[in-house]
């Protein structure tokens, strides 16, 4: 279960006071997967970041009874000075895994060859996302966590592995996917809320939820 209760949050943009949240009270419970709806620019992202406890609410709380991922494609705890091969172990280390097996698994996912022995910071984008992709994949969550803006990689061989392995993991965990696109979200789930003026508005269906979106959008 992953419940937020009363929580704010907000930034000073340099003109003005742009609110994400106002005082916002959901649940997601396991096996209800949930889609978040919002335009560009209205804080899928920082919402993201706090269900990950990457980031703190102003006002109110956040609880988690269970596992919850890091964002697919935040390479934060990832050190650029490192090679993927000390970061796997690095991480497994974190999350009380066994080292060997999570460095075995994403060396074999992410396929980067010689490149999995080298610094992080010298890879593409691309091959930093097939990189952190595999650790999210290696690690077992409950809840999930997409956002539409992380980035995805343009190896064909890489989608077709990691969209496997991720369907296959999805059959028994929890998704929360925030995106612009309710097409995006219909792969996933199939109750959704929308955001809008800093209140996240629940409903049971996704057809719901996309009538109130393309209302206010």
């Not at 003005?16 to 804080?43: C, E, H, M, Y």
């Not at 992080?120 to 999210?136: E, I, N, P, Q």
């Amino acid at each position: 279960m992953l419940e937020f209760e009363n929580v704010s949050k907000s930034f000073w943009t340099g003109k003005q006071r742009k609110v994400i949240l106002d005082r916002a009270s959901f649940r997601v419970d396991l096996g209800r997967s949930l889609g978040i709806l919002a335009p560009n620019g209205t804080g899928k992202t920082t919402i993201i970041n706090m269900m990950a406890g990457l980031e703190k609410p102003d006002e109110g709380s956040i609880r988690k009874s269970c596992r919850v991922s890091f964002p697919l494609g935040f390479m934060g705890g990832v050190v650029s000075r490192h090679t993927a091969r000390e970061n796997a172990r690095f991480i497994a280390r974190l999350y009380g895994l066994d080292p060997d097996y999570i460095e075995a698994f994403s060396r074999w996912l992410c396929d980067l060859e010689e490149y999995f022995d080298m610094p992080v910071g010298t890879y593409s984008a691309g091959m930093r996302s097939r990189f952190s992709f595999s650790l999210l994949l290696a690690l077992d969550f409950d809840i999930y966590l997409i956002d539409e803006g992380m980035p995805s990689s343009t190896d064909a061989e890489f989608n077709r592995k990691a969209g496997s392995i991720l369907a296959d993991r999805l059959k028994t965990a929890t998704v929360i996917v925030v995106s612009h696109q309710p097409a995006t979200l219909e792969k996933f789930c199939r109750s959704a809320a929308v955001l809008r003026n800093g209140q996240l508005h629940m409903f049971d269906t996704l057809e719901e939820a996309k009538r109130m979106y393309d209302y206010s959008t």
